[in-house]
């Protein structure tokens, strides 16, 4: 039907990508794209499809949701029918045709070279059907990686045909990785939104296999752009966090890199035309059109892709202290908004210390304990300024701060012993 979410058939290239010109077949074709990716040091993922178009759905009913002769549909979604994991025999057994399907999807992409896949919608297939089908891909590629569309855990699905979110049942049957909640960060009122965020991350971490995480979608390519929440100091801070933040894989949308609002064809306007099978529709101002083609980001903020690539160079420096150290959330005073996030990553005697401001739009001052921190630790801040200047008085023991709009500082510091003499220290698993 021309959308990814609304496939044709799973185990085909979608033809526009194929050059009719060229001898070599839609596979081949496919392989020659992935091994180019992995000469410029690039991993390919495929986003793996929760859903089928009517067409497929005409073809293989085999494979479909279907209840009293009528063919099941997440809400909102009229364009698409849904897989049917289960038989149809009542017994709660998984639907071997589906399943035989998936693994063929799996194998098309392993035999390419495809390193992982995206799986759209993680929910709409249990648990028994990930644990089969990620297992199955392992004993073809050890290394393949798996990304679970999964968000939060849900009392009740938003959706009707839907079932519940359940994250953590996601990593359990084998992803490495699901979205998250991060996307939300603009909404969090305070830094004790963020704070309790990780932890309820991290204490996760605990119950599944070592390595599990979650990626750092402050924007998704279903959300606004960055740009619409602050500009610039809003992009950076993000990416500030992205890179010294536990258990997160960071996580950018195209477009992001140069403060692109508009990553698509006909901006807020009604599009004229339209690959999917569904109504000519209004793309909402600041999105991403998923539906259709694009062209390619033209944002007029390149310094935001060069503040970002200094906060991954960043991480990759600190890497044994930001991937694996423990997260030592830091006691302040006369925060009275609570707008500063004040944190510590440490592992075997090394501290990096983060002070930034999550309001992007005023100047915050306010005290952070920093125990066993000495006088006379000078502060060089280990990423590129930007927006507002900000001030630091250093004493023992802590460190007077005036933060500019939005602005987020990281530092080496000496202070071998913070475990130690801190109270909410939480370890990276």
């Known amino acids: 039907a021309g959308s990814v979410y609304s496939p044709g058939d799973m185990l085909e290239i979608d033809p526009p990508l194929i050059d009719k010109k060229d001898s070599r077949t839609p596979k081949e074709q496919f392989k020659a794209f992935v091994d180019e990716c992995h000469k410029r040091g690039l991993r390919v993922m495929v986003d793996m499809p929760s859903c089928a178009s009517y067409s497929l759905y005409k073809q293989r009913p085999d494979l479909m949701a279907i209840k009293n002769e009528i063919a099941e549909t997440p809400g909102g979604w009229e364009d698409i029918r849904m897989f049917q994991p289960w038989d149809d025999r009542g017994k709660r057994t998984l639907n071997p045709e589906l399943l035989e399907y998936h693994k063929k999807f799996v194998d098309m992409l392993i035999d390419v070279g495809v390193d992982g896949i995206r799986a759209d919608v993680a929910r709409t297939k249990p648990v028994d059907f990930w644990d089969i089908l990620i297992s199955y891909s392992h004993k073809r590629d050890p290394e393949f990686a798996w990304l679970a569309e999964s968000y939060t855990y849900e009392d009740a699905s938003p959706q009707a045909n839907m079932p519940y979110d359940r994250p953590e049942d996601s990593l359990r049957a084998g992803f490495d990785a699901y979205y998250g909640q991060y996307h939300i960060f603009h909404e969090w009122p305070n830094a004790k939104a963020l704070h309790d965020y990780v932890i309820e991350n991290l204490n996760m971490s605990y119950r599944v296999e070592n390595g599990r995480s979650v990626i750092g979608s402050f924007a998704t390519h279903d959300d606004v752009s960055p740009m619409f929440h602050g500009g610039e100091i809003y992009c950076n801070l993000t990416s500030g966090l992205q890179a010294t933040l536990p258990m997160l894989n960071p996580y950018f949308v195209d477009g992001f890199q140069s403060g692109d609002r508009y990553i698509y064809k006909y901006g807020n306007q009604y599009s004229q035309e339209t690959d999917t099978d569904s109504h000519i529709m209004k793309v909402h101002e600041g999105k991403l059109d998923i539906f259709n083609l694009s062209r390619k ?104 701060v005036v933060l500019g709009p939005g602005r987020i500082h990281v530092f080496e510091i000496d202070t071998p012993n913070i475990e130690l003499y801190s109270n909410n220290v939480y370890k990276q698993h």
């Open 297 to 400: 980001p033209q944002g007029n903020n390149p310094q935001i892709g060069e503040f970002m690539k200094a906060c991954m160079k960043l991480r990759d420096d600190y890497a044994h202290i930001l991937k694996r150290g423990s997260y030592v959330i830091l006691d302040k005073t006369k925060d009275s908004q609570d707008q500063i996030i004040a944190f510590a990553r440490h592992r075997q005697g090394k501290t990096i210390l983060v002070l930034a401001n999550k309001d992007v739009n005023n100047t915050v001052a306010c005290k952070v304990k920093v125990p066993t921190l000495k006088s006379n630790q000078k502060l060089i801040n280990l990423l590129p300024s930007y927006g507002k200047e900000s001030k630091f008085q250093v004493s023992d023991g802590q460190i007077g």
